[in-house]
């Protein structure tokens, strides 16, 4: 195999790109998390949970600010380990982890909250901030594989 078809891992322009997609990821996740405590957001993902097969029940053992604090919390906590994986390599594969289950779940909101689907000007569209969540699912499927690769 040649060397130009072969990802190399250790090249600048790559780490470059990892280290930018790891710090956004957790500036993405640490901002949104923030924002999970406050009574807007808290408002906003409530009809995403409650329609959810997985998230439905939620709100029969919590409160809607309550809920939506968890999520912050563990938002934030993946963060957290985002960050911290730089310094700590072994955090890696829980940041990874945590993320592939946080935007499998709300990539997911995406089939099951009634009416997040509209069509404009002939254009079938949707929240369009859950689908950062495509991009952010990937990178956690990045970070499990290159921990397996280096790990």
Do not use: C
């Amino acid at each position: 195999m040649d060397g130009t078809s072969k990802l190399d891992l250790e090249s600048g322009t790559y780490r470059s790109g990892y280290y930018i997609s790891l710090f956004g990821a957790a500036l993405i996740l640490l901002w949104i998390g923030i924002f999970k405590f406050t009574p807007t957001e808290a408002a906003a993902i409530k009809p995403l949970v409650e329609n959810h097969f997985l998230t439905f029940f939620v709100y029969k053992i919590a409160s809607v600010r309550m809920v939506s604090n968890a999520i912050g919390v563990i938002e934030i906590i993946i963060a957290l380990l985002l960050i911290f994986s730089v310094k700590f390599a072994s955090l890696r594969k829980y940041a990874g982890i945590g993320m592939i289950v946080t935007f499998l779940i709300t990539l997911s909101y995406l089939f099951t909250t009634p009416g997040i689907w509209k069509t404009v000007d002939g254009v079938p569209v949707t929240d369009f901030f859950i689908l950062k969540d495509l991009m952010l699912l990937g990178f956690g499927l990045m970070i499990v594989q290159n921990n397996k690769n280096n790990g």
